[in-house]
């Protein structure tokens, strides 16, 4: 005998509309399931799935099994709350013979899924060289400062730290501090993520009066120092 047949699966426990929702503690993720690894070709609702109709042909008094795998696709750019865990949902399918054999429809089973979304930080923008334009003997302290972004999970708390706050260069002396705004500040700083980059500030100050130690007329002195900024999590 040959039984023609073909598979519908749902959009889940926590669908939108027809978007598959995963789910912790009143957050969410979207996601769609599909036949291809490139997530090209998705299906959404209680509809019959884009594949071909499958075929069983089956001997009296036997059975006969067949195999389809199917992909997890995640859209990237997605904020999430709250910060780690593992979001969960089922999927139901249905099992359908076709029309022409007396069509018969059973729920075949259930996919449950799982997505694993950990903490995580990334750099958005690489922060400029901190310059220091300054005059010897300066009446005033010379400030300067420079950006840059970090965007971390939604709600995650993290440090982020220069390796040090002061130091001297071509005899000058100067401080840093780590802030939100362009000007003062601390270090370390302790910063809430909002799942969107952050802009952040190294500033820095040299303080009025200093000497330094160029010893040409004929064009500035320039030197540099390198600093390190991590950012933990």
Request: proline content about 6%.
């Amino acid at each position: 005998m040959t039984v023609q047949y073909q598979l519908a699966a749902d959009n889940g426990l926590n669908a939108l509309g027809t978007q598959n929702r995963a789910t912790l503690t009143g957050s969410s993720l979207n996601y769609h399931l599909s036949i291809d690894a490139a997530c090209a070709t998705p299906w959404k609702g209680a509809t019959v799935l884009p594949t071909p109709t499958g075929t069983f042909t089956i001997a009296k008094n036997s059975t006969a099994s067949a195999t389809q795998t199917f992909y997890g696709c995640i859209p990237a750019g997605q904020t999430v709350l709250p910060p780690e865990g593992t979001y969960t949902d089922t999927v139901t399918m249905t099992f359908a013979t076709s029309k022409a054999q007396g069509q018969s429809v059973f729920t075949g089973g259930s996919i449950p899924v799982a997505i694993v979304a950990p903490s995580t930080c990334v750099n958005t923008a690489a922060p400029a060289d901190l310059a220091f334009n300054y005059t010897a003997f300066s009446a005033t302290p010379v400030l300067t400062s420079t950006s840059f972004g970090v965007r971390c999970t939604n709600s995650l708390i993290y440090t982020i730290s220069l390796d040090a706050i002061d130091g001297v260069v071509a005899g000058l002396n100067y401080t840093l501090g780590l802030n939100t705004v362009g000007t003062g500040g601390g270090n370390p700083l302790v910063i809430v993520g909002t799942g969107v980059p952050q802009t952040l500030f190294i500033n820095g100050s040299m303080p009025a009066g200093q000497a330094g130690a160029c010893n040409t007329s004929a064009a500035p002195c320039a030197a540099a120092q390198v600093r390190t900024l991590t950012v933990t999590y």
